[in-house]
């Protein structure tokens, strides 16, 4: 059966076309220091949205028009399977992820679960053979049945540590099988909503805990794939353990497991956090731990996690500047953990949505990769920085200044003044020129 009978083969048509189903700035084949657009920006489709979500929000109920939504259990997730790898296909994405419970219902018993588990994943397989789709990763909802009502790997009952356990251990045997690149871990619950009735320091241990003895299983099955935390600073919980990057990365190195982890960062998950998507690009990338992308932005007017499709070209052109200063992404990706509004429910808006997404940080990888081209942050940054080169500068720098010699220093110098504009509104504008003239390209 045909899911989307409607819509071809997503092509590249360039910005003069009004074809609602073609890139107008993505060209899979254009290439960006080497590689190809396809091969450099790795984009994913996210399960959940995409095939399961059905338009919720906090406030009312589904309303998208599906037609897979006809069939229920085990046939419905069949149905997505077939409708997923159409879509894939069409919109010639190299790559997907999901949760467990996206691409099969959970049964009565973990057994059941598995076993449902087992026979889409046969599905999925089969397909994968036939398709140049590849998994980008997958992961367990440990978040969403109520037995999580507490957390997870950082529950106040061991029980429940096991269970997340059993279902960690089932999904890292799951991507292995699909031969997934990495793999995520979303806290979800992992937090507190207060510390009256938390032993915050057995919690974070716990959490230690269980993602060491997901290093131990992977290494003890031979799953390779880059392990990522995907930080995340509030809701549901007052307190998440994941709070941010900078956080995220000093649990890790408490814990000694900043060797087998890196990021997955979330651009709304930014903006809960108070921080812009670059800011979190850049701390993890200067600490090496920059591996994947969830590619979505935040409504700065909503307190929550819209999740809604990237079009910001600002933002957009930020965060390829990062990555392509990181040199890609390695085995990551740009994975589209977004979803269509509420309003948009129309099957074609899916595609609509991810086209828009695909063009948007196509334009700022190609504006990003000029501005590294002609150093135009590198040179103002140097040239700002460049006490730090000579003199008392590069002794502190190098590590040879004491107290002793800066006093000695200060005391020579007499009045210290500002000796360089910051010139940020200049900065910004140099931006806006060159988002004007690949525009215009």
């Known amino acids: 059966m045909a899911y989307f009978e409607n819509v071809n083969k997503i092509q590249y048509e360039g910005a ?11 060209n899979p084949e254009e290439k960006i220091n080497g590689k190809t657009m396809e091969e450099f920006l790795r984009f994913g489709v996210a399960y959940w949205h995409t095939f399961t979500a059905g338009g919720t929000d906090p406030f009312g109920s589904a309303t998208a028009i599906r037609n897979w939504d006809k069939y229920t259990g085990m046939d419905l997730a069949k149905a997505r399977v077939e409708a997923a790898f159409e879509f894939f296909g069409k919109l010639g994405v190299p790559y997907f992820c999901f949760h467990d419970v996206d691409i099969a219902p959970e049964g009565d018993t973990l057994a059941e679960s598995n076993k449902n588990q087992d026979t889409i994943v046969a599905m999925i397989k089969d397909y994968m ?41 089932k999904q890292l045997e799951i991507g292995k099988e699909l031969g997934g690149e990495n793999f995520v871990f979303w806290g979800g619950r992992e937090g507190y909503e207060s510390l009256l009735n938390t032993d915050l320091k057995l919690e974070q241990d716990n959490l230690g805990r269980f993602f060491q003895l997901a290093v131990d299983y992977a290494k003890e099955i031979g799953f390779d794939a880059q392990f990522l935390i995907e930080p995340k600073p509030k ?75 990237p079009t910001d070209l600002y933002s957009t052109t930020l965060a390829m500047y990062e990555i392509i200063k990181n040199g890609g992404l390695g085995t990551g990706g740009l994975n589209f953990d977004a979803k269509i509004r509420r309003g948009s429910f129309e099957q074609d808006d899916l595609f609509h949505a991810h086209i828009a997404g695909m063009d948007a940080f196509a334009i700022g990888t190609k504006v990003a990769n000029k501005l590294i081209e002609d150093k135009v942050f590198d040179s103002f940054v140097e040239e700002r920085y460049a006490s730090y080169t000579t003199g ?49 390209e």
């Open 129 to 169: 053979k036939d398709s140049e789709v590849k998994l980008l990763w997958n992961t367990a909802n440990n978040f969403t049945n109520p037995r999580f009502v507490h957390g997870a790997a950082s529950s106040n009952n061991a029980d429940v540590f096991a269970y997340a356990a059993a279902k960690v251990k």
């Open 16 to 26: 003069k076309s009004n074809n609602p189903f073609a890139f107008k700035f993505y």
């Open 235 to 309: 809701e549901p919980t007052t307190h998440q353990y994941d709070f941010d990057v900078a956080t995220t990365i000093g649990f890790l190195r408490t814990y000694g497991l900043e060797n087998d982890f890196k990021l997955n960062i979330e651009a709304n998950h930014a903006t809960l956090a108070g921080h812009t998507f670059e800011h979190e690009l850049r701390w993890a990338r200067i600490n090496g731990m920059l591996g994947s992308v969830d590619a979505n932005q935040g409504d700065p007017l909503l307190g929550w996690d819209t999740d809604e499709f």
């Open 392 to 440: 008392i500068g590069k002794d502190i720098v190098d590590g040879k200044a004491t107290f002793t010699s800066l006093e000695d220093h200060a005391l020579k110098i007499g009045e210290v003044t500002p000796n360089k504009s910051g010139r940020v509104e200049s900065i910004k504008a140099t931006i806006n020129k060159y988002l004007v003239t690949s525009l215009a």
